[in-house]
């Protein structure tokens, strides 16, 4: 069964730092490009960051660059956003998703979506 599974979300407060982690388990991230989207209360999913098949490509979108990174493990089989200076506009949902290619800002074909963890930045 093809799954993903994010973790690390939680609270925190401005200005501190989280790690996400998004786990796959039945296909090989080697081959697979992974996204992650968030979504807050009200508005739109919207991409944050991808990264390529190969790892060799990550795209961020412009309100968390400089913020956050995105990186592959292939030995665990695990993407992970790394995210320093949180503000509170970073308060949502965030999903990662097995995707056709990494682009951000267009539409991608997802393969499967993870189900989601929460991150509240709050004081």
């Known amino acids: 069964q093809l799954q993903l599974v994010e973790s690390g979300g939680g609270l925190v407060q401005p200005g501190g730092s989280l790690r996400l982690s998004c786990a796959a388990s039945?296909?090989?991230?080697?081959?697979?490009?992974i996204g992650w989207f968030r979504q807050a209360p009200g508005k739109e999913r919207e991409g944050v960051s991808c990264?390529?098949?190969?790892?060799?490509?990550?795209n961020y979108v412009d309100s968390v660059k400089g913020r956050f990174t995105i990186s592959k493990d292939k030995a665990k089989n695990t993407v992970s956003l790394q995210m320093n200076y949180l503000r509170p506009e970073d308060t949502a949902i965030y999903y990662c998703?097995?995707?056709?290619?990494?682009?951000?800002?267009?539409?991608?074909?997802?393969?499967?979506w993870g189900q989601g963890t929460q991150v509240t930045v709050s004081s």
């Open positions: 990264i390529s098949s190969s790892g060799g490509t990550t």
């Open positions: 998703a097995h995707i056709k290619a990494c682009l951000l800002g267009v539409r991608v074909e997802v393969y499967s």
């Open positions: 039945g296909f090989t991230l080697d081959y697979s490009a």
